[in-house]
């Protein structure tokens, strides 16, 4: 019988997602990595741990640990070691994500989570381990026909801003305009015909159809500034409720998930509101006649998508965020990038504008946020120089004094701009925990030249105490300088401290510049009493500095649970000694914490017999007076949240982990049964299942933005990460208030963690120990005790 030989079957072909390439050492390094599920999976992965980044990034440990966690995340992508120890050499990366276009969904959306990978990030940190020690850029590629040209500075750039409908009464573009024509040169002269260098022209809110005409003029550059399809839902009530029944246009914005998509917000003839996706909105901001060079988007959620959408349809290179920024620091490195790349000479090109925007950064909280840049063509191909507009310096044989002349016959209104934000109360926990007084105080050189001679004199009135700020800035030779958060007021009176009820008083803010003053003002401010907190989402994350470990009345309730301790144990020489009773041997390793815990709860229960009360008077709707745990025992009474305060001291003097946990109209207690918990805690190593998209029904439902700026503060977006380390048993929740029934232990674990049953119902848990370990950290309040 004749044999068949058997035909030998291929391997279906993996399409490639992403290549990473970087010179080093005189030679192109090039390693692509496949379209796979675990890149889907690492970018939900990523994107958490990015979004949580302000939890960790205080701590050396911890981010020592994210770049081992991101060479090893790149590892099971399939980029080895050896690799990333060439890449580290490198000062220039380039991610290339490979065109698609399968109408397969598992593809498609491994390919969309290339885009939304951090690879800024990722690829920063993991060649840090790898043993890079100098800056690095990193540059996305989607290859278009654009030209291979390095492009000087631009003549003519149009800033697109859009606030329609209810978002015009919440964004106001004129400071943005006014840094970004300074960070131009838009009003310096030529040289030669005396007029300005640059065109700068504003197309502010324009329909769709307006600014697809406007748009088409030859515009060498594109600012788009507003407000993102993902922002709108989270500063306008209901912006998303009713989909069902709004125009067909507006359907267009939901994914066949039901998600929202990537976008921005503007406006038609007939529609004051028109959430814009991505595909759409590059459709109308790139005229395929006179493609833009540059696309710069202030918008949130814009890096993975729509600025990648502006570079597929012909820009040359396109800029955004793959998150949320503060608005003020995005406004800041945008006028650096500009001012960087119009003052340029040579052949540096834009990415050589973003590494100096950045170093203007360093300072600032920025580690994490990845702003991305997307090119149309490889950095490593031969490029063209464009001829290019020079932008008008001051001549250098100019002296110094012929320059402070030509200064004073300066007005001061054209050399320095002052933005001032005071606000209306001033919480004395905020200025207690070393922060700023103003809100906002930002000064802008509007010349091209340096300033000297700057005093900036802050002052806060309180009765017979003046608290003083004073600088002299002698030298303002970058664009902009942020002295907000350096307004400090050392509050050192016994009065502030003691405040019981809100006082009345003013802030003077003076700025000179050459003696000439360019803002002098005084502002009415409300001082909040020591004891009063403000219960909003902007303040309630300063609730860590009532928890008073030192409270006289901690170290008796400490004293009096020692008898129920040794009980507890059984031994005489039990004490309180926090996490060095846990032992890893036993079978049940975190018993002694657990005791300690029960021995507190039993000796309030038994030896004060507390009842619950409600709060004092606070004349204000947000605020709410809290009690020490001095007037608590005095008193014998206490609210929800007054017992929640008094057990996260006592275990604080412990050395236990507390946490506070708000929910609507409630507050509770919980502890961590082990630091080791904690660590994992704090180093997000434990990332849910199921991320959030920024576009999610969960997402647009909640008041709260993806992206938390408080180390110690976890939001709803946080809930199932904070669910899984209850159900572990890592966390434990304590109800505070049967503390006033004679409750048991165990019924209150029990009520605690039944608190926790809605996601709806939390708002927020604050962890006491990242507050004592944030930068600056969260101490507790010095009052001064009756």
Not at 310 to 323: E, Q, T
Not at 383 to 390: G, K, L, R, T
Not at 624 to 636: E, G, H, V, W
Not at 744 to 770: C, P, Q, T
């Amino acid at each position: 019988m004749a044999k068949t030989r058997r035909a030998r079957t291929r391997p279906p072909l993996v399409p490639p997602a992403v290549t990473i390439r970087a010179f080093a050492r005189n030679r192109l390094v090039e390693h692509t990595l496949p379209a796979q599920a675990s890149l889907e999976r690492l970018a939900e992965e990523w994107t958490y741990v990015l979004r949580s980044r302000a939890r960790w990034l205080d701590d050396p440990g911890q981010r020592q640990a994210k770049r081992e966690r991101a060479q090893n995340d790149l590892a099971t992508l399939g980029l080895p070691l050896a690799t990333l120890k060439q890449l580290a050499v490198a000062s220039h990366i380039e991610v290339e994500l490979h065109p698609w276009d399968t109408g397969d969904a598992p593809t498609d959306a491994v390919f969309e989570a290339a885009s939304s990978m951090p690879w800024e990030y990722l690829l920063s940190a993991a060649t840090r381990e790898s043993g890079r020690h100098r800056p690095m850029l990193v540059t996305r590629l989607l290859r278009n026909d654009a030209p291979a040209v390095i492009t000087g500075p631009p003549r003519r750039v149009l800033l697109v801003e859009s606030a329609p409908g209810r978002l015009r009464d919440l964004y106001d573009f004129e400071q943005e305009e006014e840094r970004l024509r300074a960070a131009l040169g838009a009003d310096a002269p030529d040289g030669t015909s005396g007029t300005p260098a640059r065109t700068v022209g504003i197309s502010a809110t324009e329909s769709v159809t307006e600014l697809k005409k406007t748009v088409r003029a030859e515009w060498d550059v594109l600012h788009v500034t507003g407000v993102d399809t993902h922002q709108a839902g989270w500063v306008v009530d209901g912006f998303y409720d009713n989909l069902d029944a709004r125009p067909a246009r507006w359907k267009r914005i939901l994914t066949s998930r039901e998600e929202i998509r990537d976008g921005m917000i503007l406006r038609e003839a007939n529609l004051p509101e028109l959430p814009v996706p991505y595909d759409e909105l590059a459709e109308v901001l790139i005229s395929p006649q006179h493609r833009p060079w540059l696309v710069t988007l202030n918008l949130y959620y814009s890096g993975a998508r729509i600025a990648r959408e502006l570079v597929r349809r012909g820009a040359h290179a396109s800029m955004g965020f793959l998150d949320e920024i503060d608005d003020e620091l995005a406004e800041r490195f945008f006028q650096a990038f500009y001012w960087a790349w119009c003052r340029q000479t040579g052949t540096r090109g834009i990415p050589h504008a973003f590494v100096e925007a950045w170093g203007h950064m360093a300072h600032q909280p920025v580690h994490g946020t990845a702003i991305v840049i997307w090119m149309g063509r490889s950095v490593f191909d031969e490029y063209a120089i464009a001829p290019q507009a020079e932008f008008p310096e001051v001549p250098k044989t100019e002296t110094r004094r012929a320059r402070l002349e030509r200064i004073d016959d300066t007005p001061v209104a054209e050399l320095l701009q002052v933005q001032l934000d005071v606000p209306k109360e001033i919480n004395y926990s905020l200025l207690h925990n070393n922060r700023s007084l103003l809100n906002r105080l930002t000064l802008t050189k509007l010349a091209s030249h340096v300033l000297e001679d700057i005093t900036v004199d802050v002052e806060l009135n309180l009765g017979a105490d003046n608290y003083r700020y004073r600088a002299t800035h002698l030298v303002l030779d970058e664009p902009q300088r942020e002295i907000g958060p350096d307004v400090r007021i050392p509050l050192t009176g016994a009065l502030p401290r003691s405040l019981r009820e809100r006082v009345h008083s003013t802030v003077y803010v003076k700025v000179t510049c050459h003696g000439r003053t360019a803002l002098e003002t005084t502002e009415r401010v409300t001082l909040i009493p020591v004891d009063e907190w403000v219960d909003d989402t902007e303040d309630n994350p300063w609730l860590p500095s009532f928890v008073l470990p030192r409270d006289p009345a901690v170290l008796r309730v400490i004293a009096s649970a020692r008898k129920y301790l040794i009980g507890i144990n059984d031994d005489p020489s039990a004490g309180f000694d926090g996490y060095q009773s846990i032992d890893e041997a036993s079978s049940s390793p975190t018993a002694g914490v657990d005791a300690q815990v029960r021995a507190i709860w039993t000796a309030i229960v038994n030896d004060y017999r507390l009842q619950y009360i409600n709060p004092p008077p606070a004349y204000s709707d947000q605020s709410q007076r809290l009690r020490t745990p001095s007037d608590i025992l005095a008193s014998n009474t206490g609210t929800c949240i007054d017992l929640a305060l008094l057990l996260a001291s006592c275990l604080e003097y412990i050395d236990v982990y507390s946490v506070i946990v708000l929910l609507e109209g409630h507050a509770f207690v919980g502890y961590w049964r082990s630091d080791s918990a904690h660590e994992a805690f704090a180093e997000v190593a434990h990332v849910p299942l199921e991320v959030p998209p920024a576009g999610s029904a969960l997402a647009r439902s909640s008041d709260t933005q993806l992206v938390e700026k408080y180390r110690w503060r976890l939001t709803r977006m946080h809930y199932d990460e904070i669910m899984e380390y209850v159900s572990s048993g890592d966390l434990v929740m304590l109800e505070a208030t049967l503390l006033t029934s004679a409750s048991s232990f165990v019924e209150a674990i029990k009520e605690g963690r039944a608190n926790m049953r809605s996601r709806r119902e939390f708002d927020s848990l604050l962890d006491v120990r990242l507050a004592r370990t944030a930068a600056p950290p969260i101490t507790p309040l010095p009052i001064i005790l009756d």
